[in-house]
């Protein structure tokens, strides 16, 4: 069966360019979570989606950092203006949300896209 | 707000060695563990997770873990590694509050020599 899928898996942008980072969630999943992971760290959250409904976007670092579900499977993930602190490995996951607001849902994880800013 | 300490981020092992790996976690409420482990090459996988009951919990691969609650640990175990469990393992708590999001911790690199 497929898992979650990111894109693009490496993206290179000078200082200044705007990215753009696909997710595609498994298929049939509520929630959607963006993680950001820089090196020699652990995933960091950034936003989460439940369908449609971004819930919290707690942890996106500055107004550069917008992400979106519009019709509550694939989600992307722009970054504006690109900074080299924002080189990082974006990751993505998806979980069921059999057991809403419990936290005890596995949540499974993308491989990443990998950002390097120069 | 929570955050999640491990203690040793590389751990070099012999095959057949004992595995313990530390995890402690600050929250004072009701709290959901993990343990992900990363393979090389590949995503992030769930090894096993704590809710409630018994607190030694068997996970994939014969790992296992522990939660003691009044240390606030969440460690780790395996008694025989092997070198396939060269990997990357994270501890992760949810607090099951907005949204069930993950707080994980640093990471410890576990190479496992054969």
């Known amino acids: 069966g497929a898992g979650v899928s990111q894109s693009p898996r490496y993206k290179v942008a000078k200082r200044g360019q705007d990215v753009a980072l696909r997710c595609d969630p498994i298929s049939g999943h509520v929630s959607l979570f963006w993680y950001q992971q820089a090196l020699g760290q652990g995933p960091e959250f950034l936003t989460y989606f439940q369908n449609e409904a971004q819930l919290d976007k707690s942890g996106l670092p500055s107004d550069r950092f917008f992400a979106e579900r519009p019709e509550g499977s694939v989600s992307t993930l722009k970054i504006q203006r690109t900074q080299q602190e924002d080189s990082a490995v974006y990751l993505c996951?998806?979980?069921?949300?059999?057991?809403?607001?419990?936290?005890?849902?596995?949540?499974?994880f993308g491989p990443g896209t990998r950002l390097l800013v120069l | 707000a929570q955050s999640v300490s491990q203690h040793n981020h590389h751990v070099i092992l012999s095959e057949a060695a004992s595995l313990e790996l530390g995890c402690n976690y600050s929250?004072?409420?009701?709290?959901?563990l993990f343990w992900y482990v990363q393979y090389p090459g590949q995503h992030l996988q769930l090894l096993l997770k704590y809710f409630s009951g018994d607190p030694l919990v068997k996970g994939i691969k014969g790992f296992e873990a522990e939660f003691i609650k009044s240390k606030f640990s969440f460690n780790l175990r395996k008694p025989s590694v092997q070198w396939s469990d060269t990997a990357e393992y994270f501890c992760?708590?949810?607090?099951?509050?907005?949204?069930?999001?993950?707080?994980f911790g640093a990471g410890t690199i576990l190479r496992v020599k054969s």
């Open positions: 996951a998806s979980s069921p949300h059999r057991l809403p607001g419990q936290g005890r849902e596995t949540q499974y």
């Open positions: 992760a708590v949810n607090a099951g509050v907005r949204g069930n999001k993950l707080v």
């Open positions: 929250y004072g409420g009701t709290v959901n």
